[in-house]
C-alpha cells in the first residue's frame, strides 16, 4: 500500500434514525471494518478528530490484521482505544456485532464490498465514512445510490474518501474554474501515471478465496482495477469541476504490458480514455502503472477560452501559468494542509453539532466514471454512460464467508482470466 494512502480514514456513526446526538458522556463510538493500511490510517485520522473520539471494536479476517491495527492505535491515541478482545471480530459476518456497539462505522475495506456494507450500514442507522471507489461495477453504483437516499431520509451524514473535496487548494481553484476565470471549458486532462507493483506469491496450502482476498488489488471484483481505484481521485475531479454532469460516452484502450506474473490476477497495468460530453466538452484520462522511466504524473488540468487550470501539476495550482494570489509555491506550503485530516474533522464537527452532508451521490458518479472507462479499455468499444449505468454484470458476492466461492479461477497453470479488447464483450 503506498504510503501516502495508508493514511487515508474511514469511520461511521449511531444506530439512530435522526442526525446524531452525542451520548450523555459525549463520546463517539467508532468500529473499525477493515484493518489493513489504509483502514489504520483512516482510523488514526477519525480519532485525531477530537478526544471525544472513541474506537470500541475491529473487524477484519486476515489473520493478525485487526490486533496489528489495535497496536498501532493504541500507542498513537491513549486513552481512545477501548477494545476488548471480545470486540475483536475476525470474521467476515461479525461487521453486524460491531455496528452494534458503535455509533461510527469506519468503512476501509476493499472496494469490492463497500456497496454491501454500506448499504447494511445505513439500514442500521449509522452515519458512515467510507473509502473510495464506492463500487466496483454498476451493480454496486446503484446500491449505493439507493442507500444514499435512504441516508437522506435518514438524515445521516456520509463522508467518502475523495479528499481533495476538502483540501483548500483544490476548493479554491475549482471555485475559480466554474466563476469563469478560464471561461467555457473545452476539453481537460486528468492523468495518474505511476510505478508498478509486485502482486503478493500465494502461500503454501492457502485457499483461493483466501488468496484473492489477501492480494486484494490485483482482482477487478476486489479493486475494480486501478483506473477505478486509484483514478477515480482523478475522475472525481472532473466531476467536480463540471458540477456533476457526466460523460455521455466513452471509447478507449488499455492492456497489460508489464503485468506478466500470475500474481498479477486479472487487471491491467495502463488504461487510456477519451471520455465525451453532450455539450462537446472532452475528457482525456490516462492512468498506468508501468514504472521503469516512463513519466509519472498525478494531476488535473481543465482547458478554457480563456485560459488554463492547473491542479496539483508538481505540487502546485495554477491559473493561465500563475498560482493563485501571484506566489510560486508549492501547494500546501504556508497552510501545511490535510485534506486526509480535513475531511474527518468536517464529518465529525457536522456529527457533533448535528449538520448533515451527504457524499455519497457525486462519489457513487464518479465511480462510476471508473467503472465506465474500464468496461472501454476492457472491451474496446465505444461505451455510453447508460448502456455503462445499467449493465448487469456483477462482480461480487454478498455476505462473503471463507466458504465462499471465489468468483475467478486460475486456469489448470494458474493463470487468471484477463480481458482481451476487442473480444470481452461488455454486460
Known sequence: MPSRRQFLTTTAL??????????????????????????????????????MVKLVAVVDPLEG??????????????????????QVFTNFEDYQKAFALADVVLITTPPGPRPFLFEQAIKAGKHVFMEKPVAVDAVGVRRVLAASEEAKKKQLNVCVGFQRRYAPSYIDVINRIQGGEIG????????WNGTSRPGAPRLPGESELHYQIRNWYFFTWMSGDHILEQ????????????????????????????????????????HTVEFEYDNGFRLLSQCCQIGGKCQKDVSEHFHGIKGSADLANNGRFLINGQPPGGKRQR????NKEDAYQLEHDAFFENIRTGKVRNDADYAAHSTMMGVMGRMATYTGQIITWEQALNSKESLVPDNITWATEAPVKPDAEGWYPVAIPGTTMPL
Open 14 to 51: 449511531t444506530a439512530a434514525t435522526h442526525a446524531f446526538a452525542a451520548p450523555a458522556d459525549n463520546d463517539i463510538r467508532i468500529a473499525l471494518i477493515g484493518c489493513g493500511g489504509r483502514g489504520t490510517g483512516a482510523c488514526n485520522q477519525a480519532l485525531s478528530a477530537g478526544s
Open 65 to 86: 490484521k485487526a490486533q496489528a491495527a489495535l497496536d498501532i492505535l493504541k500507542e498513537k491515541h491513549e486513552g481512545q482505544v477501548d477494545v476488548p478482545p471480545d
Open 184 to 191: 467555457d471549458l473545452i476539453y481537460g486532462r486528468v492523468y
Open 231 to 270: 483514478h477515480c481521485h482523478n475522475l472525481d475531479v472532473a466531476n467536480w469541476v463540471l458540477q456533476g454532469k457526466m460523460p455521455v460516452r466513452a471509447v478507449g484502450q488499455g492492456g497489460r504490458q508489464v503485468r506478466r506474473a500470475k500474481e498479477n490476477g486479472t487487471i491491467f497495468d495502463h
Open 331 to 334: 501547494a500546501g506550503a504556508g
